[in-house]
């Protein structure tokens, strides 16, 4: 049974950071890519960042230069670190697979919450 697993959300003051990890177990292949969504309320799931095998990387542009995204192949992890967070950051983050070895799946995480307070 696949499972990801997400930790390291909270409330933080703007400007502050945040980590989040992401554990993946269960899935028998190599997973190609992982990566970040998050929904705020009344708002539709958006792509935060995600990374592939060999380290390509994609960030929605209302988190470049802020968030990084990284992970460790042999742990299947994905870490965010979120930097200068503001109050619009503020929404449910869930771990996502999207790609193992050369197929398409779609694994997600049960999400943890993020809060920016102003």
């Known amino acids: 049974q696949v499972q990801l697993v997400e930790s390291g959300g909270g409330l933080v003051q703007a400007g502050g950071s945040l980590r989040l990890s992401c554990a993946a177990s269960?899935?028998?292949?190599?997973?190609?890519?992982m990566g970040w969504y998050r929904q705020a309320p009344g708002k539709q799931r958006e792509l935060v960042a995600n990374?592939?095998?060999?380290?390509?990387?994609n960030y929605a542009d209302s988190v470049k230069g802020r968030f990084i995204i990284s992970r460790d192949t042999a742990k299947n992890a994905v870490y965010l670190q979120m930097n200068s967070l503001k109050p619009e950051d503020t929404a449910v983050y869930l771990c996502?697979?999207?790609?193992?070895?050369?197929?398409?799946?779609?694994?997600w995480g049960q999400g943890i919450q993020v809060t920016v307070s102003s």
């Open positions: 269960g899935i028998r292949f190599s997973v190609t890519r």
């Open positions: 990374i592939a095998t060999g380290g390509t990387t």
């Open positions: 996502n697979v999207d790609r193992v070895l050369f197929s398409p799946v779609d694994y």
